[in-house]
DNA sequence: GGACAGGAAGTCC
DNA sequence: GGACTTCCTGTC
């Protein structure tokens, strides 16, 4: 240990407002894991918490200091009630989907992490995502103080610096020379992610795009995940099933409005877990 | 048992 | 439309 830190537990919210299961297992982030207690451990930005439910009340375990950065990070000044109101006149199918979703909440994660991560997820598996990150952080992140073996996701200085095939240990396949150009992108300044999540309209997207490795898909979930612009709408397997099975020919999710990406998370969600929930 | 196809939050040429 | 890395599953 080097040195005590204080942690601090509070009550955030109840279970309908920001479900730790649900939330941390839709598919958004990939550094959230169930303890052996069904609690949620976390490390984001450098920092980690627990999340876990008790009866309706949903409690947080962090470093005092660090509250205000978890309550950003959870994203806690958004009306998620309200988002799914807006969301009633998309059909009964899109009901009962933000009804089993009820809970989930979009995260505001680290644009870097997040691009990254995704960068990772194109054509995976999610627990094999996770391993790969698992990795990654190991290798090159930062140990974080008081936490035994728990590593900071790695700036992209880090990994800009590793040579071509640097990232083999990783068997993060075909993905790894994608990871290296988006470090060195970032890294260089060529690619300012801050600058481009500011960009109006479709911007932020077309901008991402330019990095090899980020097409469509890639591009909106860094958009709506580490931008959190909640309108992104990203169209994957799941979703692509999803629309052709339960939306009418020429529906554009657009027509979702402005939480047309929270609605695209109930979708995957209901879709990954229906008849096994 | 071990080979093999199919698929996994896709993208590129 | 095929190739691309790696890994896991189901099938024969």
């Given at each position: 240990m080097t040195g005590t830190v204080e942690k601090t537990t509070i009550k955030l919210f109840t279970v309908a407002e920001l479900d730790p299961v649900?939330?941390?297992?839709?598919?958004?982030c990939f550094r959230w894991n169930a303890d052996a207690d069904g609690r949620y451990s976390g490390v984001a930005s450098g920092r980690?918490?627990?999340?876990?439910?008790?009866?309706?009340?949903v409690f947080i375990e962090a470093d005092g200091d660090d509250?205000?950065?978890?309550?950003?990070?959870?994203?806690?000044?958004?009306d998620y009630a309200a988002a799914r109101r807006s969301l009633d006149g998309a059909g009964a199918y899109m009901r009962a989907c933000a009804e089993h979703g009820a809970g989930?909440?979009?995260?505001?994660q680290d644009k870097w992490e997040t691009l990254c991560s995704f960068i990772i997820s194109q054509c995976n598996n999610i627990p094999r995502i996770k391993g790969i990150v698992e990795r990654l952080c190991a290798a090159f992140g930062a140990p974080i103080p008081g936490a035994d073996g728990v590593y900071a996701f790695p700036a992209a200085e880090r990994l800009a610096a590793l040579g071509d095939?640097?990232?083999?240990?990783?068997?993060?396949g075909y993905r790894a020379g994608y990871i290296l150009s988006a470090a060195r992108a970032v890294a260089s300044g060529k690619m300012d992610l801050e600058a481009a999540a500011r960009l109006p309209g479709d911007g932020a997207w077309e901008a991402l795009k330019a990095l090899p490795g980020v097409g469509d898909k890639v591009a909106n979930c860094v958009v709506l995940f580490?931008?959190?612009?909640?309108?992104?709408?990203?169209v994957d397997v799941w979703i692509r099933r999803v629309l052709r099975e339960h939306f009418p020919p020429g529906f554009s999710p657009a027509q979702l409005g402005e939480y047309a990406g929270l609605a695209q998370q109930y979708m995957f969600y209901y879709a990954r877990t229906e008849g096994r929930a």
């Open positions: 649900l939330t941390c297992e839709c598919g958004q980690i918490a627990r999340l876990w439910t008790e009866g309706e009340d509250l205000p950065f978890w309550r950003d990070y959870l994203d806690m000044e958004t989930i909440r979009i995260l505001r095939g640097g990232l083999d240990f990783l068997r993060s580490g931008f959190h612009q909640m309108d992104a709408f990203p």
